[in-house]
């Protein structure tokens, strides 16, 4: 068993170590890991929504804002239009509930039902010109909807699109379009899923009822040098700075009609300092006496809603600052900076505390639709999880329940493999709206309800995809073997239309090749592409975007549609093409994030495992390689063969341990010395929790 471990940067090991006071091996994992900037120290270290970014650095969110307003205010019928996934269902939830709770009385959702393919559909356009919507907001979709939004445009109805899917050459002519992927958007992330992109809209449309939005002002400092006075001011909008000005002088030798700072300042905009008496001094001796600034203090403002700043000068807080860790300007500026836009969001629970609701739903989308868990996304999920783990929403509880999660701290292995496939069940099965309804229902009697109606759903479900995954093996297998392992590609008329992603994602794991698995209709093909690391799925099907009437997805997973007519050309087109594909080369080594002598196999590295949660896409578990431990006892097995229960003893302590589908287990037993490399990980039964190891790779020690 070969170990890969990178090398680390030791010179920046040890800023992180002393910069954000964590231990040696907690700054080490993270420089190899690649989290080293100070914005993904703070994504990796904050929990709290403040530090997410703001909607408003996309310049269209503006355009939606206040498009939407207009709709609620004039009573327009809008129509949200989602996606029959996860991210699409749990997108429409939020964009339905953000609208009603911001006024507006005549909402409805469409996703598609049945056979109907993703996206809009002229004659999904053709319903709702006759049903008289007025707006149109797509959520998880439309992006690509060109000809669709063109039609919508021009019979009057405005189209507000909001996705996160890859955009072709052209975009369509909505009245505002929010996908971070579209270039030059402006967003600073462009990993976000199309249930978090909705939630940002709805963030916003709260932020717009306050008194904040469309605001501006100025916060300024100065504070003393040697033998100078620095000022530093920065002009805010919406909360995000948008100018900042410095200026160093000696003190008294300028008059402050010869600076720039006049020019920054006299714009007839509030000016908000903290302390005012001292800011004023300061200035003072920078000018004279004779300036005249009018300053606002927040100072009784700021103590209100953040207690801790009570009786603590600027500098003092810039010492105690969590945010100004983050920021490479000066310290007290940064600190003004934060706490101003701190003071602001806790003062308005719709868009702090109220709006935590949105982000349980948002947590699952993201998931479920295999988002990369770095940047916000790590906030999102967090505190997503947080809030379902302690205050779950109505609609949750029971599905919580029924999958014996209630009570749980709970993680995206969690969701994964619980949540998830049961939402994602109804619309595989042709029926979205089911999972959809749970999304929007506060009465808990109902939730119970549906939540059975969806746990039946993804019982079929279950069984339809064994009996699929059965009737294709042999398809599988012969396709894989005739394109040299490098694809898979099936098509059967047998194959249920909303299987094919799950039927895809199951091939591609077994195999650990790209799948494309197509179903068939007399006039139609309906396909999913998935693959697992180094293979982007959205590229490669760009490359046969002739052949469809419609394509979308990223990285991971894809889908696409098509006339029957063409699926043979298709075939043999992809087919040709794969067989040009360099084939990767199989790695023998596994990678870990650190060798752990015995003395440091404690509690320790499980506050690591913590830390770097929540865990998915491009955040991979923790893997930790130990050498030499020794099989302390091997449990009797107890009905499930896919699991070796056993106890290792390292370093001064005897660990629970578990492997799933050991290909060799009866080799092991009890007294060998072994070298393992190891996942840690926390078992809850029955509100206990217990620290165990699940073993990734395991070898006898022959030395």
């Not at 040890?14 to 890991?33: F, G, H």
């Not at 209709?521 to 799925?537: D, H, I, L, P, Y």
């Amino acid at each position: 068993m070969k170990v890969e471990i990178k090398q680390s940067d030791s010179a920046r090991v040890r800023y992180l170590k002393e910069k954000y006071s964590m231990s040696l091996l907690a700054a080490t994992v993270l420089e190899r890991r690649g989290i080293d900037t100070d914005e993904e120290m703070m994504f990796t270290l904050e929990s709290d929504s403040v530090y997410l970014h703001s909607p408003f650095e996309c310049d269209d969110v503006y355009s939606a804002v206040e498009r939407i307003r207009d709709a609620i205010e004039s009573g327009e019928k809008i129509l949200i239009f989602g996606d029959r996934d996860v991210d699409g269902v749990t997108a429409s939830a939020i964009m339905y509930r953000g609208l009603r709770e911001a006024g507006a009385e005549d909402v409805s959702v469409r996703l598609p039902e049945g056979d109907e393919p993703y996206g809009l559909t002229m004659a999904q356009v053709d319903e709702i010109l006759e049903k008289g919507y007025t707006l149109v907001i797509t959520v998880d979709s439309g992006i690509t909807s060109i000809d669709e939004i063109k039609k919508l445009e021009k019979n009057g109805i405005d189209a507000i699109v909001l996705d996160h899917h890859i955009p072709g050459d052209s975009l369509p002519p909505a009245a505002a379009i929010f996908d971070p992927l579209v270039a030059g958007s402006g967003y600073p992330f462009t990993g976000l899923a199309g249930c978090a992109v909705a939630a940002k809209i709805v963030w916003a449309l709260r932020f717009s009822q306050t008194d904040m939005y469309e605001s501006e002002c100025i916060l300024l400092h100065a504070e003393p040098r040697n033998g100078t006075i620095r000022i530093e001011a920065a002009r805010l909008e919406n909360l995000i700075e948008t100018d900042r000005i410095v200026e160093e002088l000696v003190e008294g030798a300028m008059s402050i009609e010869r600076t720039r700072l006049i020019d920054f300042l006299a714009v007839n905009l509030p000016i908000f300092v903290l302390d005012s008496d001292t800011e004023r001094n300061m200035l003072r001796k920078a000018f004279g006496n004779s300036v005249d600034i009018s300053l606002i203090d927040i100072r009784g403002r700021l103590e209100s809603v953040i207690p801790s700043a009570r009786g603590r000068s600027l500098f003092d807080l810039a010492m105690i600052s969590r945010a100004v860790r983050y920021k490479d300007g000066e310290k007290e500026m940064e600190t003004l900076i934060s706490l101003f836009r701190s003071m602001m969001f806790y003062s308005s629970p719709s868009i702090s505390t109220g709006f935590d609701k949105y982000l349980q739903l948002a947590a699952i989308g993201t998931i479920a639709d295999l988002m990369p868990m770095k940047n916000e996304n790590r906030i999102i999920v967090r505190r997503g999880l947080k809030l379902m783990s302690e205050r779950p929403l109505e609609c949750l509880k029971p599905l919580l329940g029924r999958q014996n999660l209630a009570g749980k701290k709970l993680n995206t292995r969690d969701i994964s493999f619980y949540v998830a496939p049961v939402l994602n069940a109804a619309g595989r099965m042709g029926n979205p709206v089911t999972a959809l309804s749970l999304l929007l229902t506060d009465d808990i009697r109902e939730a119970e309800t549906i939540t059975d109606k969806l746990l039946e759903l993804n019982r079929k479900r279950q069984k339809n995809e064994e009996e699929a995954l059965s009737m294709i093996a042999d398809k599988a297998a012969a396709s894989r073997e005739q394109l040299g392992g490098k694809m898979i590609i099936i098509s059967d008329e047998r194959i249920p239309r909303g299987l094919t992603g799950a039927i895809a994602s199951k091939l591609a794991k077994q195999y650990t090749s790209p799948s494309i698995v197509m179903a068939e209709t007399e006039e139609r093909v309906f396909a999913s592409m998935r693959c697992q690391k180094g293979f982007n799925a959205r590229s490669f099907l760009s490359v046969f975007s002739s052949f469809f009437d419609d394509f979308g997805g990223h990285k991971f997973a894809a889908g696409f549609s098509m006339p029957a007519e063409n699926k043979d050309k298709f075939i043999e087109a992809v087919s040709g093409y794969a067989l040009t594909l360099d084939e990767s080369e199989e790695n023998e080594e596994i990678e870990a994030d650190a060798e752990i002598p015995g003395e440091y196999m404690t509690e320790k590295l499980w506050e690591i495992s913590q830390l770097l949660e929540p865990y998915g896409q491009e955040n991979e578990p923790l893997q930790f390689s130990i050498h030499k431990a020794e099989i302390a006892e091997i449990y009797p097995n107890k009905g499930d063969s896919r699991v070796l229960r056993f106890a290792v003893r390292y370093g001064r302590f005897i660990w629970p341990a578990l492997w799933w589908s050991p290909d060799d287990r009866d080799k092991y037993s009890k007294g060998m010395h072994v070298d393992i490399v190891f996942t840690p990980d926390i078992n809850y039964w029955k509100g206990q929790s217990k620290l165990q190891i699940i073993i990734q790779a395991m070898e006898i020690n022959e030395g």
